[in-house]
């Protein structure tokens, strides 16, 4: 079953460092970055005018996830589609909209409290082309800004309003310890070809967010984004590595906000027609090797 749901549009991150942001997203990762008047900003990879919202506030974390509908018919079905299910709808109103620069915009929950929107009608900037400045470029267009993995403690109850109520289709899983000592299974979910827009990891984290990730349509974007965050000493809390189920050839930066960014090239296109879904028993081919977060510095002879 397909629903109107067909790609992630825009992320809305709330980050405590917007300066430290600056540095990270614009020097290491490529991304455009446009200052607003109310201090929020807007992070292009493509000509749209906003593909990631920064917010200034304290949480660190997700803030909402933006997702694409064809056009206001759709977004009506979607919006009927969950008030008939008992779900509370709110209509975003032109303030909003304006702010995620989209034509039509509404807010809903999900069942661990995450916020989503959905919208359409995104501001084109065609005039005002999009510049990366590293030289980057990033592939977007039907297959969305990239996916984004969520923590969650109750998966099923998260498959079964993405799948059986928003029709996001089951690529695969992964059962697997992603961090050595603590098995999981990660599911993968998509809503265009792209292999997965939004997965679940049952991991005990605080933070909604798990990664955002960017695709880039060259091996080499990824090759100079590394060594740029290797150069500015960027942690990097997964290594470059090939992914089992999806193929992407990614690394790891951890943000400012303490969530990692996944930066990779490759990724898989699922065909609907002839896809099964499969099981992996590894969460890569080779590489993405876990390393530890750095500890805070201990303060020499604190008294
Ligand atoms: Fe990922």
């Known amino acids: 079953m397909r629903g109107e749901i067909e790609a ?38 493509d000509d749209y005018a ?15 996830a933006g997702w694409e509908v064809k056009d206001a018919a759709a977004l ?9 299910n008992g779900h509370t709808v709110e209509l975003g109103g032109e303030a909003l909209a ?5 034509n039509e915009v509404i807010r809903f929950a999900d069942p661990e409290g995450n916020v989503h929107e959905a919208f359409y009608g995104p501001l084109q900037k065609t005039n005002d082309p999009f510049v990366s400045p590293t030289g980057t470029r990033f592939k977007t267009g039907r297959q969305g800004l990239g996916h984004v993995v969520l923590s969650c403690r109750d998966k099923p109850a998260m498959m079964d309003f993405f ?23 990660i599911s993968f979910t998509r809503c265009n070809g792209r292999h997965h827009s939004l997965a679940f990891a049952p991991v005990p984290i605080p933070k909604k967010i798990v990664h955002l990730m960017l695709e880039t349509s060259s091996i080499d974007d990824v090759g100079r984004a590394l060594d740029r965050c290797m150069k500015a000493g960027r942690h990097l809390t997964f290594t470059l590595g090939r992914h ?47 390393q530890r977060p750095p500890r805070p510095a201990q303060k020499e002879n604190a008294a």
């Open 98 to 102: 304006r702010d995620r620069r989209v």
């Open 50 to 64: 906003s593909r990631i919202q920064l917010h200034q506030g304290p949480r660190d974390d997700l803030a909402y």
């Open 163 to 185: 799948i059986d109520l928003l029709g996001f289709r089951l690529s695969d899983h992964i059962r697997t310890e992603v961090v050595p000592g603590r098995p999981i299974e």
């Open 8 to 45: 992630l549009g825009y992320i809305g991150l709330e980050v405590s460092d917007l300066a430290a942001w600056r540095t990270f997203a614009c020097g290491e990762l490529g991304l455009q970055w446009t200052q607003r008047e109310d201090g929020a900003v807007d992070l292009r990879t």
């Open 76 to 84: 009506t079905a979607l919006a009927s589609k969950l008030q008939a």
């Open 244 to 290: 089992s189920n999806d193929d992407m050839l990614s690394f790891y930066p951890l943000t400012p906000s303490g969530f990692d960014i996944e930066y990779g090239w490759g990724g898989l296109e699922v065909d609907d027609e002839t896809w099964h879904v499969l099981t992996h028993d590894a969460n890569s081919a080779w590489g993405h090797i876990y």
